[in-house]
């Protein structure tokens, strides 16, 4: 593995280059946070807290040492969303003086029949929404510096439990709290790394990045989150600049987080788009440029069959090339999939007609695509596709 030093940031200002007038994910922030810690003593609970048996969890002994953990703004300085208002559209709100673009990226999660989606446009400034679907607990998180999504359910210990932003970074990725134990989460590992409950693991839901445009095209009945002020915060009535991107120079640059990454693999350009599949040992990354070169990739990692693509907007998947237990392998036809005498939707995984109308493939990965840098550091020595 070849690993050299890239330009870090060397603090929140020159990591959010692209901020507009000042703005920032934690614009107004620099005094006393909510409950009057100021930046420099703010802490959670779990900042002392040990616990007596090492875990390991993929390559990482766990608890986290507390110095490994890096402080990136005060505790719920990036106020997390406790109470998401749903709709179809946001023009119908006073309150909020933004265009939903179809251009916008967002998160997109179907479950128990509902389908939403999650403008990347507010997940920029608060990171984490606390939602439900029916009487099922859900938190859809996003790392910017990672540009990471990952859907979980809620539970912490079985009981739901609401998450917020902490403040901290590890390996320059969030790292959330749950407010039942004040334990500390890493958002790409969904997995406890200090506190009571070390070791416990989020249980992840399929998710999908894509543009707004495609995704409702995709689900004609889905809802979208509404900014605050008309979605509630964990700190009350919030509102930021959702017209503006505060990471826009940071995605474009070699910038590694906020100044704390000093090597990363560099094989790809930190900031390439991956998505990476784990099975059977084995961890594989699959470039976006490599994927749309290849239209269609037909691949096995660790024994488990798959198929990778990407749509014309730039939305990469992955499926389990598998139908009724039989491995068969995939074209591509415009913006579907055909495989076994039906044509598949690329972008849900579900057959639009043929004998296997109505069937949906398994999703292949448990986490969105992410920058490479980011998928290298939780996944040491990851293979690359087509190399």
């Not at 959330?176 to 790409?188: F, G, H, I, K, N």
């Amino acid at each position: 593995m070849n690993r050299r030093r890239f330009l870090v940031a060397l603090g929140v200002t020159s990591a959010l280059g692209g901020c507009l007038e000042g703005d920032s994910p934690i614009a107004g922030d620099d005094g006393p946070d909510a409950t009057g810690t100021t930046t420099a003593d703010a802490t959670t609970a779990t900042d002392t807290a040990t616990t007596t048996t090492a875990t390991r969890v993929g390559s990482f002994d766990l608890p986290i040492p507390k110095d490994e953990l890096r402080r990136g703004a005060p505790k719920d300085a990036i106020p997390a969303l406790t109470s998401p208002v749903f709709a179809d559209e946001w023009a119908r709100f006073d309150e909020v003086d933004v265009a939903l673009d179809d251009s916008f990226e967002v998160v997109g999660v179907e479950l128990d029949g509902i389908a939403r989606a999650y403008p990347l446009a507010i997940l920029n400034w608060h990171e984490i929404v606390n939602d439900s679907f029916g009487d099922r607990p859900v938190v859809v998180t996003y790392c910017p510096l990672c540009g990471s999504a990952v859907v979980a359910d809620r539970l912490v210990a079985g009981e739901p439990t609401y998450f917020g932003v902490s403040g901290y970074l590890w390996m320059s990725d969030l790292v959330m709290y749950d407010d039942r134990t004040e334990s500390l989460w890493s958002q790409v590992l969904a997995t406890a790394i200090r506190g009571d409950r070390t070791g416990d693991t989020l249980s992840l839901l399929p998710s999908t990045i894509s543009t707004w445009g495609e995704w409702k095209a995709s689900h004609p009945e889905t809802e979208v989150l509404v900014p605050p002020p008309v979605s509630g915060t964990i700190r009350g009535r919030q509102t930021r600049n959702y017209g503006v991107n505060p990471y826009r120079d940071y995605q474009q640059s070699s910038t590694i987080g906020i100044g704390f990454n000093d090597e990363v693999d560099d094989r790809l350009h930190p900031k390439t788009s991956v998505l990476g599949i784990a099975a059977g040992g084995v961890a594989r990354a699959y470039p976006l440029d490599t994927v749309n070169e290849a239209g269609v990739v037909n691949d096995t990692v660790g024994g488990l069959p798959v198929v990778v693509t990407a749509s014309s907007d730039g939305t990469l998947v992955a499926y389990v090339r598998r139908i009724h237990g039989t491995a068969v392998a995939f074209e591509r036809d415009g913006n579907a999939l055909l495989a076994a005498g039906s044509r598949w939707d690329l972008l849900t995984g579900r057959a639009l007609d043929g004998p296997h109308d109505g069937t949906t493939l398994t999703r292949a990965n448990d986490r969105s695509p992410m920058f490479w840098f980011a998928w290298a550091d939780f996944n040491p020595g990851t293979e690359i596709y087509g190399r």
